[in-house]
């Protein structure tokens, strides 16, 4: 059974950078998708950023794009997302998700098998 841990969110102001981590057990394919979402207060949860292992294949959505950073540690089995210059519309629960035996390039709608529990990341103004 795969699981997803997220750590490190927490409370920074604007302009400061946080690491979220995704700690990965379980995955018994070297194919994988895994992706980072989020969902803040009153909106729907969006997809931020994925990555497949198929091709090394990354997407930020436009919001985070310049800002965000995803990537991977295969020898820690963890996937991490590099949040910088923060804003308070990045407010959100971060999750991180992933689908294993994954082929092609990583897709927001595919990647849902497996969820973490979600951390909270506060970006005060």
């Known amino acids: 059974e795969v699981q997803l841990v997220e750590s490190g969110g927490g409370l920074v102001q604007v302009g400061e950078s946080l690491r979220l981590s995704c700690a990965v057990s379980?995955?018994?394919?070297?194919?994988?998708?895994i992706g980072w979402f989020r969902q803040a207060p009153g909106k729907e949860r969006e997809g931020v950023s994925c990555?497949?292992?198929?091709?090394?294949?990354?997407y930020l959505t436009d919001s985070v794009e310049g800002r965000f950073t995803i990537s991977t540690d295969n020898a820690k089995n963890t996937v991490y997302l590099q949040m910088n210059s923060l804003k308070p519309e990045d407010t959100a629960i971060y999750y991180c998700?992933?689908?294993?035996?994954?082929?092609?390039?990583?897709?927001?709608?595919?990647?849902?098998?497996?969820w973490g529990q979600g951390i909270q990341v506060t970006v005060s103004s």
């Open positions: 998700a992933a689908d294993d035996y994954y082929k092609g390039r990583c897709s927001f709608s595919s990647i849902k098998s497996y």
């Open positions: 990555i497949s292992s198929s091709d090394d294949n990354i």
């Open positions: 379980g995955f018994t394919s070297d194919d994988y998708a």
